[in-house]
C-alpha cells in the first residue's frame, strides 16, 4: 500500500459527505443502520490498522513500490489476502451506511475498482515473483478478501 492509496481513500471519505449533502438523490439506507454502519467503519479501521502494524512488526514494508521480506500468512492475513484494502472498504461501506443516502453509495464501487486495477494485480505479481510457490499455495488456500 503506498501513501497514495490513503490519498485516494481520504477523497472518497470525502466525496461521500460531499454527495451526501449536496446529491443526496435519496434515501437508500434506513437511518436506523447508522450504529451498524459506525459498527462497520471502526471494524474497518481496526481491521487496517491491526494489519498494518502487523506487517511493521514483521519487518516487512508496507509500501507496495518496495519489496517485501516476509510473507504473512497467519493472523487477519490466514482470512485475508488483502486485510488492508478490506479494513478501507469495511471504512468506507460504514460511513455510506451511516449517511444512507444513494449519493454517498458512489465512491464506494469507485475506490474497489481503483484498488484491485491500481495495486492488488502489481503486488501480487511481485509477492509471486519474491515468494514463488509459498504464495501460490497461500492464494490457492486464502481467498482475496474474504
Known amino acids: 500500500m503506498r501513501l497514495e492509496a490513503l490519498q485516494w481513500l481520504l477523497l472518497a471519505l470525502v466525496s461521500m459527505v460531499a454527495l451526501h ?7 437508500v439506507v434506513p437511518r436506523e443502520l447508522f450504529w ?14 491491526g494489519a498494518a502494524i ?17 510473507l504473512l500468512t497467519d493472523g487477519l ?6 486485510p488492508v484494502y478490506l479494513g478501507m472498504l469495511m471504512l468506507l461501506a460504514g460511513q455510506a451506511t451511516m449517511l444512507g443516502t ?13 484498488l484491485h486495477w491500481r495495486f492488488i494485480g502489481a503486488e501480487e505479481r511481485v509477492l509471486l515473483a519474491t515468494f514463488g510457490d509459498a504464495y501460490s499455495q497461500y492464494r490457492r488456500r486464502v481467498r482475496r478478501w474474504l
Not at 102 to 111: R, S, T, Y
Open 21 to 27: 449533502v449536496f446529491v443526496p438523490i435519496a434515501r
Open 36 to 49: 451498524a454502519g459506525t459498527a462497520v467503519a471502526m471494524a474497518g479501521l481496526l481491521l487496517s490498522n
Open 54 to 70: 502487523r506487517l511493521r512488526r514483521a519487518g516487512t514494508p508496507l509500501e507496495s513500490d518496495l519489496t517485501p521480506t516476509v
Open 77 to 82: 492475513f490466514a482470512w485475508s489476502r488483502n
Open 102 to 114: 444513494a449519493g454517498a453509495l458512489l465512491p464506494w464501487p469507485a475506490f474497489c475498482l481503483w
